[in-house]
């Protein structure tokens, strides 16, 4: 069967998009960066695609809010897109990566149908705790979840590096129907072995302060996911940052086994 191919959206301030292309092209899809305004001036390239990432970076420079002018633009020029992707038959993938969650989350698109919330935002990112930009690796864990990009993954061990990476939901009825339907498909966590944290855990272990120590959500149908760290920058072991005290090196890096994820479920 062909290789699926990737639409890996830029705009000006992205800068993640050549390493998020590399991961996927590694896990045997097609990848290809498109801008934004070529998109707008030619909606049909949608047509060619199969997955559409929101890579990481600082679209239009975070100005306002993070990745909300690219959500502007997206929601006013690019719906047709969004619904083919995100509404359409369960032939499509979207991911958004850090910055491209922020994106998805500013869509509503990654909390669509949270009836607890009413008419309401259901839930948010925003700045994290320390009020500034933290860059840092961090242990991550999964939990049962329908999210396609973490099928047969329990733990991973990624960097992250925002400023807006703060889950906070508007209330814990909310928070609670989001994990019941697993949909808070991958949280913060202290360290590889840990099980299950009920507690929001103190700052490195959960960076931002998030509600539930989450740090990926994914919609109702597992095919559309974000999440606030980085998992094309851990595609190859040499990437750890202990890569070379490490007793055993594996064959590859914890990051890559999503975009594999993404590859096989066309397949």
């Given at each position: 069967?062909?290789s699926p191919r990737?639409?890996?959206?830029?705009?000006?301030?992205?800068?993640?998009?050549?390493?998020?292309?590399?991961?996927?092209?590694?896990?045997?899809?097609?990848?290809?960066?498109?801008?934004?305004?070529?998109?707008?001036?030619?909606?049909?390239?949608?047509?060619?695609?199969?997955?559409?990432?929101?890579?990481?970076?600082?679209?239009?420079?975070?100005?306002?809010?993070?990745?909300?002018?690219?959500?502007?633009?997206?929601?006013?020029?690019?719906?047709?897109?969004?619904?083919?992707?995100?509404?359409?038959?369960?032939?499509?993938?979207?991911?958004?990566?850090?910055?491209?969650?922020?994106?998805?989350?500013?869509?509503?698109?990654?909390?669509e149908g949270v009836?607890?919330?009413?008419?309401?935002?259901?839930?948010?990112?925003?700045?994290?705790?320390?009020?500034?930009?933290?860059?840092?690796?961090?242990?991550?864990?999964?939990?049962?979840?329908?999210?396609?990009?973490?099928?047969?993954?329990?733990?991973?061990?990624?960097?992250?590096?925002?400023?807006?990476?703060?889950?906070?939901?508007?209330?814990?009825?909310?928070?609670?129907?989001?994990?019941?339907?697993?949909?808070?498909?991958?949280?913060?966590?202290?360290?590889?072995?840990?099980?299950?944290?009920?507690?929001?855990?103190?700052?490195?272990?959960?960076?931002?302060?998030?509600?539930?120590?989450?740090?990926?959500?994914?919609?109702?149908?597992?095919?559309?996911?974000?999440?606030?760290?980085?998992?094309?920058?851990?595609?190859?072991?040499?990437?750890?940052?202990?890569?070379?005290?490490?007793?055993?090196?594996?064959?590859?890096?914890?990051?890559?086994?999503?975009?594999?994820?993404?590859?096989?479920?066309?397949?």
């Open positions: 069967m062909p990737v639409l890996v959206l830029r705009a000006p301030g992205t800068n993640c998009d050549e390493e998020t292309s590399h991961a996927f092209q590694r896990a045997g899809a097609t990848a290809e960066r498109v801008h934004v305004n070529r998109l707008i001036d030619n909606p049909a390239l949608k047509d060619r695609y199969q997955i559409l990432c929101l890579p990481g970076g600082f679209s239009y420079g975070d100005d306002i809010a993070a990745g909300r002018i690219l959500a502007t633009r997206m929601r006013k020029h690019l719906a047709e897109l969004l619904d083919v992707f995100v509404h359409g038959n369960a032939d499509r993938l979207v991911l958004g990566i850090c910055n491209g969650m922020q994106v998805l989350m500013r869509l509503g698109v990654l909390t009836a607890s919330a009413g008419n309401e935002q259901p839930a948010t990112l925003t700045w994290n705790n320390h009020g500034r930009f933290e860059d840092r690796w961090v242990h991550l864990a999964c939990d049962q979840t329908p999210c396609v990009f973490l099928r047969g993954i329990r733990h991973m061990y990624l960097p992250m590096a925002h400023a807006e990476g703060k889950f906070v939901a508007r209330s814990p009825e909310v928070l609670d129907e989001l994990k019941s339907a697993g949909r808070l498909c991958l949280r913060y966590t202290s360290d590889e072995a840990s099980g299950v944290e009920d507690q929001v855990l103190d700052f490195p272990a959960n960076p931002n302060g998030a509600d539930a120590n989450v740090a990926g959500v994914c919609d109702a149908t597992g095919r559309v996911f974000g999440l606030m760290p980085h998992p094309e920058r851990h595609i190859d072991p040499t990437q750890h940052p202990f890569w070379t005290r490490r007793p055993t090196q594996p064959e590859d890096g914890d990051g890559l086994a999503m975009f594999r994820n993404a590859v096989d479920y066309f397949q």
